[in-house]
T-cell receptor
């Protein structure tokens, strides 16, 4: 069964304290892996797409990496404005529109 | 571009009432979809459309109807609301050739 698991569920960091969020996946075929940021009361905001193992993408303090079994979202020297829920999703090769979402990691960065 | 827009932002219904959640996009995206987001669960696909006149069921379609008469609009209809449909609903769109979805701001629906 296709599955996406994110850990930890919640993470509290001090400003400047770097860390990583994990997204592990089990799918029959991977077409792409996506990271989204979701602020309270808002819709998910697209961050990155990764397609193959070894690929990396960066944006400001965020860097996403991909292996054959998992993806990491590395947050370097976070600021309070990075506080949000980060969602991971995979697009499988099964069917036209088979996106599977994880339950997210709630990140709180303290000043 | 306004992107993906949804109305209303909040809605309270009584069991058995019907309503339509509106979704529109101005990016000329071929694909549009509806998801629901519940605590402790990932976003789940309700219905999707790959173009005007074409719709298909997702993971949790029961109790919901859709139609797509134009490229821009993709309304979601609840024919007889049930408390189990209390959720936050998101509309998303993407191009036919792309994989990245773009989401609207959501509608928070409560069914009493």
């Amino acid at each position: 069964e296709d599955q996406v698991t994110q850990s930890p569920e919640a993470l509290r960091l001090q400003e400047g304290e770097s860390s990583s969020l994990n997204c592990s996946y089990t799918v029959s075929g991977l077409r792409g892996l996506f990271w989204y940021r979701q602020d309270p009361g808002k819709g998910p905001e697209f961050l990155f797409t990764l397609y193959s193992a070894g690929e990396e993408k960066e944006k400001e303090r965020l860097k996403a990496t991909l292996t054959k079994k998992e993806s990491f979202l590395h947050i370097t020297a976070p600021k309070p404005e990075d506080s949000a829920t980060y969602l991971c999703a995979v697009l499988t090769t099964s069917g036209t529109y088979k996106y599977i979402f994880g339950t997210g990691t709630r990140l709180k960065v303290l000043a | 571009n306004a992107g993906v827009t949804q109305t209303p932002k909040f809605q309270v219904l009584k069991t058995g009432q019907s309503m339509t959640l509106q979704c529109a996009q101005d990016m000329n995206h071929e694909y549009m979809s509806w998801y629901r987001q519940d605590p402790g669960m990932g976003l789940r696909l309700i219905h999707y459309s790959v173009g005007a006149g074409i719709t298909d069921q997702g993971e949790v379609p029961n109790g919901y109807n859709v139609s797509r008469s134009t490229t821009e609009d993709f309304p979601l209809r609840l024919l007889s609301a049930a408390p189990s449909q209390t959720s936050v609903y998101f509309c998303a769109s993407k191009t036919a050739g792309g994989n990245e979805q773009f989401f609207g701001p959501g509608t928070r629906l409560t069914v009493l």
